[in-house]
């Protein structure tokens, strides 16, 4: 099993550009989420969902977006990029919510200039 | 007010001190989930342990153990025997039902381990 990856591994935008973070897991997990990381701020969740076709907003939603098409993947959209969203994203995917482990891909360094 | 805090944003040991990161959190909800994730230098996370909130005993794998008090609200984590691979951040997080069982991470704790 791959677990979860991520691609691009880096990426430099340029403010307002837009583009597609991509996240795919093959452990047939029903919950899948996205979170940001920010120095002193740990880890913050910018939307999540608990199966395919079935999105909601974390703490940080805002220039985001997602959809949930098929169980593997749950890609992350920035609609118009801003140097507020450099940042290193996270995807993750668990089991469930609550109690189980959430399995987490290698990350993407995001940088906007 | 933070969910989950780990006052210690840096810690620096040298090898085989022990050394405890704290976690303290803030909830009302009587069923909930603790955790601990490792963030090495190469930026990976790495689950550690989960705790829930009817089990209060102390658990130890290893070199690693962890206290956990409600009386006090908090979830540390010791390492005994500190190691140069043990250099990381560590995360403490938790899950609330109130809270869509969403995980709220702590602002974490870099420990540096020198030889």
């Known amino acids: 099993n791959a677990g979860v990856t991520q691609t691009p591994k880096f990426q430099v935008l340029k403010t307002g550009q837009s583009m597609t973070l991509q996240c795919a897991q093959d452990?047939?997990?029903?919950?899948m989420s996205w979170y940001r990381q920010d120095p002193g701020m740990g880890l913050r969740l910018i939307h999540y969902?608990?199966?395919?076709?079935?999105?909601d907003q974390g703490e940080v939603p805002n220039g985001y977006n997602v959809s949930r098409s098929t169980t593997e993947d749950f890609p992350l959209r920035l609609l118009s990029a801003a140097p507020s969203q450099t940042s290193v994203y996270f995807c993750?995917?668990?089991?469930?919510?609550?109690?189980?482990?959430?399995?987490f891909g290698p990350g993407t360094r995001l940088t906007v200039t | 007010a933070q969910k989950v805090t780990q006052a210690q944003t840096e810690i620096s040991v040298v090898e085989k001190e022990d050394v405890t990161l704290d976690c303290v959190y803030e909830?009302?909800?009587?069923?909930?989930?603790l955790f601990w994730y490792k963030q090495p230098p190469s930026g990976e996370l790495v689950f550690l342990i989960r705790?829930?909130?009817?089990?209060?005993q102390n658990e130890i794998s290893g070199r690693y153990s962890w206290n956990f008090q409600k009386s006090t609200s908090s979830f540390n984590f010791t390492i005994t025997a500190s190691q140069v691979v043990d250099s990381a951040v560590y995360f403490c997080?938790?899950?609330?039902?109130?809270?869509?069982?969403?995980?709220?991470f702590g602002g974490g704790t870099r420990l540096m381990v020198k030889p």
């Open positions: 993750a995917s668990s089991q469930g919510q609550g109690a189980y482990e959430q399995y």
């Open positions: 452990m047939n997990h029903e919950y």
């Open positions: 969902s608990v199966g395919a076709g079935i999105t």
């Open positions: 909830t009302r909800d009587t069923t909930y989930y």
């Open positions: 705790r829930n909130s009817f089990d209060e």
């Open positions: 997080a938790l899950s609330e039902a109130s809270a869509g069982n969403m995980l709220t």
